[in-house]
Nanobody, 120 residues
Framework: QVQLVESGGGLVQPGGSLRLSCVASGSIFRIIAMGWYRQAPGKQRELVADINSGHSINYADSVKGRFTISRDNAKNTVYLQMNSLKPEDTAVYYC??????????????WGQGTQVTVSS
């Protein structure tokens, strides 16, 4: 089993910045990818950004140029630096990982979510 613990959410004014962190722990054999999703009230959960073990990165079009994802493989940690935040970025942000917990078996795991609110 793999656990994900997120931190760094909060309330910020439009144009401000926040940095989210997510640490993966537990029975980790090898992490395939780590990333961030978000879900706003009344909307479906959507990919924000993810990064795989080869450091290939995907961003949602809505956050390109404003958000930066990074990963510390030694610490099994993924970060999301969010700049120039907009009210429409308000959502619960979820950490996600796909990881092998044995040589042949992998699963997808989710964190508990952290609230990001962008408001004046």
């Amino acid at each position: 089993q793999v656990q994900l613990v997120e931190s760094g959410g909060g309330l910020v004014q439009p144009g401000g910045s926040l940095r989210l962190s997510c640490v993966a722990s537990g029975s980790i054999f090898r992490i395939i990818a780590m990333g961030w999703y978000r879900q706003a009230p009344g909307k479906q959960r959507e990919l924000v950004a993810d990064i795989n073990s080869g450091h290939s990165i995907n961003y949602a079009d809505s956050v390109k140029g404003r958000f930066t994802i990074s990963r510390d493989n030694a610490k099994n940690t993924v970060y999301l630096q969010m700049n120039s935040l907009k009210p429409e970025d308000t959502a619960v942000y979820y950490c996600n990982t796909r990881a092998y917990h044995s040589f042949t078996s992998w699963d997808e795991y989710w964190g508990q979510g952290t609230q990001v609110t962008v408001s004046s």
